[in-house]
């Protein structure tokens, strides 16, 4: 299969701009998680999606938001970036909600620096 | 609320020798437990899980067992390899109010020379 896509693969903003990211999940699954990971740390879970739906949400300021697409596809917006917001943004897809018996695919993930 | 703490790194490790990363972790309900693996400069690979207490996961000569009386899911692997330099992150999921949120320790660099 084609795997979880993410774009763009690199992206530099300023202080106080929007971002926008996409993640495309595995043909067939219906959930989609992002993650963030700071230099040095493991990932940390901001939203899951499903059945565009936000099924999950973890401690992150309403800075951040998402949304998932009738095809599934699914946006992570940032808003007013601060340098902290520097990280690898991971995109996570799996074929349903509960799966805790499954773990979801990563994709690549984007590297968005903040100056 | 849940967590997960593994040895800090990085382990510098030579070719063939035995490797071992400790992973406790602290949970409310039975989660299910994780190994993933980062090469450098790519995302997260799953290497190996667990579902349920005494089970054994393993892949590529890697193993972990789920200890429940210990809350551990140590990684271990018998003759480490060069290509085995990455980054370790071990992590759980219980089902709860983030949905099917994986929550990651801090993760552990190995380096392995020939």
């Known amino acids: 299969d084609a795997g979880v896509t993410q774009s763009p693969t690199h992206l530099i903003k300023t202080r106080g701009q929007q971002v926008t990211l996409r993640c495309s999940p595995i043909?067939?699954?219906?959930?989609v998680s992002w993650y963030q990971q700071v230099l040095g740390q493991g990932p940390q879970f901001i939203f899951q999606?499903?059945?565009?739906?936000?099924?999950g949400r973890g401690n992150f300021p309403d800075r951040f938001s998402a949304r998932q697409f009738p095809n599934y596809s699914s946006e992570l917006n940032v808003n007013a970036l601060l340098l902290g917001d520097s990280a690898l943004y991971l995109c996570?897809?799996?074929?349903?909600?509960?799966?805790?018996?499954?773990?979801?695919?990563f994709g690549p993930g984007t590297r968005l620096t903040v100056l | 609320g849940d967590s997960v703490t593994q040895m800090e790194g990085p382990v510098t490790l030579s070719e063939e020798a035995f490797l071992t990363i400790n992973c406790t972790y602290t949970?409310?309900?039975?989660?299910?437990l994780f190994w993933y693996v980062q090469y450098p400069g790519e995302g997260l690979q799953l290497l190996l899980k667990?579902?349920?207490?005494?089970d054994k996961g393993s892949n590529k000569g890697f193993e972990a067992t789920y200890r429940k009386e210990t809350t551990s899911f140590h990684l271990e692997k018998g003759s480490v390899q060069v290509s085995d330099s990455a980054v370790y992150f071990c992590?759980?999921?219980?089902?709860?109010?983030?949905?099917?949120?994986?929550?990651f320790g801090k993760g552990t660099t190995l380096s392995v020379s020939s």
């Open positions: 996570a897809s799996s074929p349903q909600y509960e799966t805790v018996n499954y773990v979801g695919r």
């Open positions: 043909s067939g699954h219906k959930s």
């Open positions: 999606y499903y059945e565009k739906e936000e099924r």
């Open positions: 949970a409310t309900g039975y989660p299910s």
């Open positions: 667990a579902t349920k207490a005494d």
């Open positions: 992590a759980l999921s219980d089902l709860g109010q983030a949905g099917t949120a994986l929550i």
